[in-house]
């Protein structure tokens, strides 16, 4: 299991060492779209996973790996739409495509195995979207 995670919250305001996956997975699963909405977790300088918003029971989710090259993913429902939605994070409402706003009841179960193996995987009812950034 891994217990070694850094993670940021717009919460506390502070970086937090030395956290363990299932601490990560509980302010996860506290956003609210109001006073709880990033979650900024990073494994070393292998690999930082965000999640966002909460409003509506909506969040965005990213996956960052940093080895053997930067690659950068974001959490999907379906295909690209073109319809837009919108996420309260840190106070500000930001549009994204509505596919990217993922259900947190999803994503909790999802990040849990994420925390402890260090591996986005391949979720059953959502898709791993490639971004560039």
């Known amino acids: 299991m891994l217990n070694d995670w850094r993670l940021y919250t717009d919460e506390s305001g502070i970086e937090q060492k030395h956290v363990a996956w299932h601490e990560v997975l509980k302010e996860i699963a506290q956003l609210n779209g109001s006073s709880r909405t990033l979650v900024h977790a990073a494994y070393g300088d292998h690999v930082d996973l965000v999640v966002a918003g909460g409003n509506n029971g909506k969040v965005l989710v990213q996956w960052k790996e940093?080895?053997?090259?930067?690659?950068?993913?974001?959490?999907?429902?379906?295909k690209p739409s073109g319809v837009m939605s919108s996420l309260v994070i840190e106070g500000?409402?930001?549009?994204?495509?509505?596919?990217?706003?993922v259900p947190l009841e999803q994503v909790v179960p999802l990040c849990?195995?994420?925390?402890?193996?260090?591996?986005?995987?391949e979720p059953a009812q959502l898709q791993w979207l490639p971004v560039q950034m």
Do not use: M, N
């Open 66 to 78: 940093h080895e053997p090259a930067e690659q950068h993913y974001v959490l999907v429902t379906d």
């Open 92 to 101: 500000s409402e930001v549009t994204f495509p509505v596919t990217w706003c």
């Open 112 to 121: 849990g195995d994420i925390l402890r193996t260090c591996d986005k995987g």
